[in-house]
């Protein structure tokens, strides 16, 4: 039977497919229906049907059957492909709960690389494409992964790499994608996260998932460090990306640890009960492999473990910094952190202990990193410890500090560094020089050590009333090379005043205002303080110039800690 032009239905119960413009011949006997040419849409997917379609030519159809493949179809698909593009389609009957959700018909590629430049605005995706309903799926191999690059001003900013990509009219996503976020030559990377782009809002998410090595940090060479948060987003037409918590949740926690930081009792932590620590046991491996990457099945074999023992080993290390762990080839990459913490603990290396804790809540985020200038803004910051050996501490006001290149840090707050206090406004943190700027100092508040001792044979603490204010200095924590405090050099922390100070007399106990600020006030001179962490009476002794509101001349003298605790000096 000669069939021309018409539209074929094939139904299963209340279901049903359809191939319009059919032409072909029908065998009765055998039940064969074959295909000379046809178009299907994908209308019930919710595509224009003048817009998405396949041909199909020469091939046949089992009528008591509901589906059907075609090898010989051509898709057109603007979206996606200039022309239209060769592939196996198939289709058959199945319910339509909603067209978002349908899954027929679906058409594969013969062409496993394809390259679309603006399938979005600013954004490419090059790989594989399989269409599958309303959803088009975006495959990659092992060795070339599908991958979604996307630009801000016509410069790549961020690259996601994955085998698999969901690609629908309203989002593309994957579950398990590589993440690198570009600042200029350096980048941002994480192994494995799940990637969201809403095409409507323009809005980018990586987040965590419940895949093991989804915990472990964000790679940062920019900043130096290394990144524990939950969730990115970055809407694409605002240069601010934001780390901070996962959707729904009251309060945020985050953390961004320098990749030189070292902690002893995480380091013993990680050797529990085993006779070798587990550093060594990679490091050992490593060499004998002859490289620093290499597969886990003969790290298992070696170490005489099970491999899914071994793998739990890796992974507990990735997420702490130490591995990369590559899922896909069963294969670590050791990363120089884990050669660091070795020759810390032997002293061999130098370290810091910069930690920067982050706790934000309700609408507050934990970081925004600013594609402008590649400073990174974090907010719910108590404190950062910069030196444990040294005792420098600072405390940014409101919580809030900015970190640039290699770890240098810009706050408003105050600086704890051994028995001084400064409090301030543009103080800058080099980690370079390992110092700290002071450039507004508001005040500075000083103890001093006494002869007496607490019960565990610490001198104890004097507080000095006076606070020495207005002036800028620099504060040299340590050594540059001496971050971590191995070598005792006393004579740090050292604080440097670049200009005037002065100590004013209005705030005295029972005088408040008797002393105007404008007429009475101790110039001091610049001065240099070295070992601030250890200071007695005797040490402190600043010269400057009184100025005793007209009463008397302007006079040369020296304060030192007067019995009363405050900063003065005796006339005779």
Request: proline content about 4%; glycine content about 6%; charged content about 25%.
């Amino acid at each position: 039977i000669n069939i021309e032009a018409v539209t074929l239905i094939a139904y299963l119960g209340k279901d049903s497919t359809a191939i319009y413009d059919f032409s072909g011949t029908y065998y009765p006997d055998l039940f064969i229906l074959h295909c000379s040419n046809g178009r299907v849409t994908w209308e019930k997917a919710g595509y224009d049907p003048a817009l998405v379609y396949a041909t199909v030519s020469d091939f046949d159809i089992d009528v008591t059957r509901s589906e059907y493949t075609c090898d010989s179809s051509l898709l057109t698909h603007p979206t996606y492909f200039r022309e239209p593009v060769p592939g196996r389609l198939t289709d058959r009957a199945v319910e339509i709960i909603s067209p978002e959700k349908a899954t027929m018909p679906r058409f594969e590629t013969y062409e496993t690389r394809f390259v679309i430049n603006d399938i979005y605005k600013e954004v490419d995706y090059e790989g594989g494409l399989t269409l599958e309903g309303a959803i088009v799926r975006g495959t990659g191999t092992n060795w070339f992964p599908a991958g979604v690059r996307l630009y801000r001003e016509d410069t790549l900013a961020v690259s996601i790499k994955s085998r698999n990509f969901m690609l629908s009219q309203k989002a593309i996503t994957s579950n398990d994608a590589s993440s690198t976020i570009y600042l200029g030559n350096d980048s941002i990377y994480h192994s494995s996260l799940g990637f969201s782009y809403n095409t409507a809002t323009r809005e980018v998410s990586l987040f965590r998932t419940n895949s093991p090595l989804s915990r472990s940090p964000y790679f940062d060479t920019y900043h130096n460090l290394d990144l524990y948060f939950e969730n990115l987003s970055w809407d694409m037409d605002n240069p601010r990306i934001v780390m901070s918590r996962t959707r729904g949740s009251s309060i945020g926690v985050a953390r961004f640890e320098s990749v030189s930081f070292y902690n002893e009792a995480s380091f013993l932590r990680l050797m529990r009960l085993d006779d070798v620590h587990p550093l060594y046991r990679v490091r050992d491996y490593a060499k004998e492999y002859g490289s620093d990457v290499f597969p886990i099945e003969g790290f298992s074999k070696w170490m005489k473990m099970p491999v899914e023992q071994t793998t739990a080993l890796c992974i507990e290390l990735a997420n702490n910094g130490f591995l990369f762990y590559d899922r896909i080839y069963n294969e670590i990459s050791i990363k120089s952190k884990l050669d660091d913490y070795i020759a810390s603990f032997a002293r061999k290396k130098d370290y810091d202990a910069i930690n920067i804790y982050s706790e934000a809540r309700d609408e507050q985020e934990n970081a925004v990193l600013d594609l402008r200038d590649f400073s990174m803004n974090i907010w719910g910051v108590r404190s950062v410890s910069l030196s444990d050996s040294q005792n420098v501490v600072i405390v940014p006001y409101g919580g809030k500090l900015a970190v640039g290149r290699n770890r240098s840090i810009d706050f408003d707050g105050a600086v704890q560094a051994g028995l001084f206090t400064i409090y301030g406004k543009k103080f800058s943190f080099n980690y370079d020089t390992f110092n700290i700027r002071l450039e507004k100092i508001d005040s500075i508040k000083i103890a001093v050590e006494t002869d007496e001792r607490d019960q565990y044979g610490r001198p104890l603490i004097n507080r000095i009333d006076n606070a020495i204010e207005l002036a800028s200095a620099q504060l040299l924590i340590d050594d540059p090379r001496n971050k971590s405090g191995i070598r005792s050099l006393k004579q740090y922390p050292i604080i440097h005043s670049t200009t005037d100070s002065y100590i004013f007399y209005d705030e005295i106990t029972d005088l408040d205002g008797l002393y105007d600020k404008d007429r009475f006030y101790f110039k001091l001179d610049p001065f240099t303080y070295t070992n601030i962490d250890h200071y007695k009476n005797a040490d402190m002794a600043l010269s400057g110039e009184f100025v005793g509101g007209g009463i008397i001349e302007p006079m040369r003298q020296i304060l030192t800690v007067q019995p009363d605790t405050s900063l003065g000096f005796s006339m005779t």
